[in-house]
Structure formats: structure tokens, C-alpha cells
């Protein structure tokens, strides 16, 4: 006859290994990470293992017969949470979560909870409800959680920081420049050429600021577009003079319009701010002197970043220049709000933003290409509609 295998539990106990219902129970009651207990279909305990004294401070003898809404917070009891566990594992099958629950002592602790219904022939004789503390992890990713809000936070203060300090130095040197060429004209009236030359950068100096104040507006609130039936070509004519003003003499400024384009529902006051934008960076990106070339087409394409989408019909609006160029590092974050390559006082790092939130509004995208030492090329490409106007 085969000897009797047994699993030793105390000096003095040996309990045979034949019985499968024998083994399952040392099994439970030899697990102290994990409070495993039996509640019967009313939550009250039916039984209770060392884990569970372990974790939640209570004997068997204290703690079978009790109902199992003890260990729950008051706040928890009045809102009815014990129940809504069990009725939750009786229709679903399993019922999972964490919270707080209470320790004989009164101390609270972080618990990962999961009730299981029992069935038996159809019927509902009970649940198994498995509870976890798991204070530590919870208060290791409280910890991280704040460190992580606090890093934010100090980001967001040294953005902001970066950002007043670059737009106190640009908004002084555009108000330095128009309050130097009203002194001057005061001081020489009379020359006529001087003066409109001077009038001429005092303008220029203006039109920087008031686009610096709506990229602000535009990145506080969000743009709000207004947008109107327009021919393309015509709202480029209608601002070419502020353009051509927001360069310098050494820059060549080309118009190329595309034929015979259909119209596009767009924000004529945001698509004027937009291309604006584009060309004062490639203005700073020339300082030298160069050429720009602003250029309409129809195309058919899918956005950038949906390659997969169906192509559509877009009027594309692409600003070209020959200056310095973006390397790959650059173009990535060249939309990013405040990101710049230019000085302190050089620009605000609101302008490609503001372009690319205006294409994204308008149901469009914009693209950029661009080469160190070759120059830069940026399309805002605005869909077309099949509608016709109003």
C-alpha cells in the first residue's frame, strides 16, 4: 500500500494531502498578502483566513457572522457602496475596484477589491471577495502624481516667464523704433524723403505689434474664426501692402496667383494674420536680404498627419523663401507654442502656432518643407467645398 503523502503546518499537525477540498483550504489559509473570505448572499462573513487578520486587524471568532459593510468608510456605507458591489458581481459576473477601506483599529488603508458571485445549481448561495492592501503602491503613485503636477506646474511658470521676458524685449524695441521715428520726424520736417522713410518703419514697427497682440489673443482664447465665402487671390491682393511693408527693402517680395480657383470658407482677418506670420519668418530668416514668393494653387492631397484619409481638393496658399532654413530637429517642434530658434525680443514663438491652428480650424493643414541653407517653404491648405455660397 502507498504511504500517505502530508503537508506539515504546525510541530504538531499533519494534515493528509488525499483530499482535494483538504489541500484548497491550507491552501487559503496559508496566503497572508491576500484577506480571502466567504460572504453569504446577504454580505455577512462566513468565514475568514489568516490574510485577512493579517490585513484588517479582526479574529475569526470577531469577525464571522458580522456583515462585510465593517470594513467600509461611512461615507461609503451612506452611499450605499456594500450593496452596489454585490449587485454589481451578481449581474456581471466579477465586480473589481479600489478604495478605502477601515482596519479594526480604525485606520484606513488602500484596498484592491474583487467579489465573486457563487452559484450552485442556479442558485446564489454566496460571494468570495479578495481584498489587497495596496496603501503603499497607491501612495508611491500619489507621490508621483504630485511631483509630476509639480514639474508641470514649474514648466508652465518658466514658459510663461520666457514668454513675458521675450515679448517685454520685442513689444520695447517696436516701441523704440516708432517713438525714435516720431522724434525724428519732428526734429526734420521739412525732408521729405527722410520723413517717409521713417514713417514707413514706424508703420512696420506698428504692424509687428498688433500681429504680437492677436497672436496673444488668438493663443488665450483660442481663435475664434468668423469665417466668409473668399477668392483666395483676392484677400492676398487686398493685404499685399501690409506684406510687402513687413519687409525690408533688400527683400523681394513675389506674387504667383493661381487661375481661375474656387472660393473657400475662411477667416479673412485670420488667413491675413497667418500669412503675415509666414512671411516675418522668412524675413528673419534672410537678414541679408532674398527673395519671397507667395503662391496659390488647387491641389489634391490628404492631410499630413492622416496619410491614410481620402484625398480631397484644397486651395493651398505657400509661402517660399531662400534664407537660412530649418533643420529636422527644428521642424518638429517648430510648432510648438513659444518654441524659437530667433533672440530674446526676436519673436515670440506664437507665430507657426497660430498658422497651424488656424489651418487645423479652417478644416485644413499646413505642411513645411524645409533644407538647412536652402530655405523654407509653408503651405496652409484650405479645403474646398462642394457648397456653394450664400
Known amino acids: 500500500?502507498?504511504?500517505?503523502?502530508?503537508?506539515?503546518?504546525?510541530?504538531?499537525?499533519?494534515?493528509?494531502?488525499?483530499?482535494?477540498?483538504?489541500?484548497?483550504?491550507?491552501?487559503?489559509?496559508?496566503?497572508?498578502?491576500?484577506?480571502?473570505?466567504?460572504?453569504?448572499?446577504?454580505?455577512?462573513?462566513?468565514?475568514?483566513?489568516?490574510?485577512?487578520?493579517?490585513?484588517?486587524?479582526?479574529?475569526?471568532e470577531e469577525i464571522v457572522g458580522q456583515h462585510f459593510s465593517k470594513f467600509y468608510t461611512d461615507e461609503d456605507r451612506l452611499a450605499g457602496e456594500p450593496e452596489h458591489g454585490l449587485l454589481m458581481a451578481r449581474e456581471r459576473g466579477r465586480h473589481e475596484?479600489?478604495?478605502?477601506?477601515?482596519?479594526?483599529?480604525?485606520?484606513?488603508?488602500?484596498?484592491?477589491?474583487?467579489i465573486d458571485p457563487i452559484w450552485q445549481d442556479g442558485k446564489l448561495v454566496g460571494y468570495a471577495k479578495i481584498t489587497r492592501d495596496i496603501t503603499e503602491r497607491y501612495e508611491t503613485q500619489k507621490r508621483l502624481e504630485l511631483a509630476q503636477q509639480a514639474l508641470a506646474q514649474s514648466q508652465k511658470i518658466e514658459a510663461v516667464g520666457k514668454l513675458t521676458f521675450g515679448l517685454a524685449h520685442d513689444f520695447n524695441n517696436l516701441l523704440t523704433v516708432i517713438i525714435n521715428s516720431l522724434d525724428l520726424i519732428q526734429t526734420h520736417p521739412g525732408d521729405g524723403e527722410r520723413v517717409e522713410r521713417l514713417a514707413e518703419g514706424a508703420s512696420r514697427a506698428a504692424d509687428r505689434g498688433a500681429l504680437l497682440t492677436r497672436q496673444l489673443l488668438a493663443f488665450a482664447r483660442g481663435q475664434n474664426l468668423v469665417p466668409e465665402w473668399h477668392d483666395i487671390n483676392d484677400l492676398l491682393a487686398r493685404s499685399e501692402s501690409l506684406y510687402r511693408r513687413a519687409c525690408d527693402t533688400a527683400i523681394d517680395v513675389r506674387f504667383e496667383p493661381?487661375?481661375?480657383?474656387?472660393?473657400?470658407?475662411?477667416?479673412?482677418?485670420?488667413?491675413?494674420?497667418?500669412?503675415?506670420?509666414?512671411?516675418?519668418?522668412?524675413?528673419?530668416?534672410?537678414?541679408s536680404g532674398g527673395a519671397i514668393r507667395i503662391s496659390t494653387r488647387l491641389r489634391y492631397a490628404s492631410p499630413s498627419d492622416k496619410p491614410d484619409a481620402a484625398e480631397a481638393r484644397y486651395i493651398c496658399v505657400t509661402v517660399t523663401d531662400n534664407g537660412s532654413g530649418m533643420s529636422a530637429d527644428v521642424q518638429e517642434r517648430a510648432i510648438e507654442p513659444f518654441y524659437t530658434t530667433k533672440e530674446v525680443g526676436k519673436g515670440s514663438g506664437l507665430g507657426l502656432s497660430q498658422v497651424y491652428g488656424f489651418a487645423t480650424q479652417s478644416g485644413g493643414f499646413a505642411d513645411i518643407v524645409s533644407q538647412p541653407g536652402t530655405g523654407t517653404s509653408v503651405s496652409i491648405c484650405l479645403p474646398v467645398s462642394d457648397e456653394p455660397p450664400q
Open 97 to 114: 475596484k479600489e478604495g478605502w477601506r477601515l482596519r479594526k483599529n480604525g485606520s484606513r488603508f488602500w484596498a484592491s477589491i474583487v
Open 1 to 60: 500500500m502507498c504511504a500517505t503523502r502530508v503537508l506539515k503546518t504546525t510541530a504538531t499537525e499533519s494534515i493528509p494531502l488525499t483530499d482535494d477540498e483538504q489541500q484548497f483550504r491550507l491552501l487559503v489559509q496559508s496566503i497572508t498578502d491576500y484577506a480571502i473570505y466567504m460572504l453569504d448572499p446577504n454580505g455577512i462573513i462566513s468565514n475568514w483566513n489568516p490574510g485577512g487578520q493579517r490585513i484588517k486587524g479582526y479574529t475569526r
Open 258 to 287: 493661381g487661375e481661375e480657383l474656387p472660393l473657400v470658407f475662411v477667416d479673412a482677418a485670420q488667413f491675413e494674420a497667418a500669412v503675415l506670420n509666414l512671411v516675418i519668418n522668412s524675413r528673419d530668416a534672410m537678414p
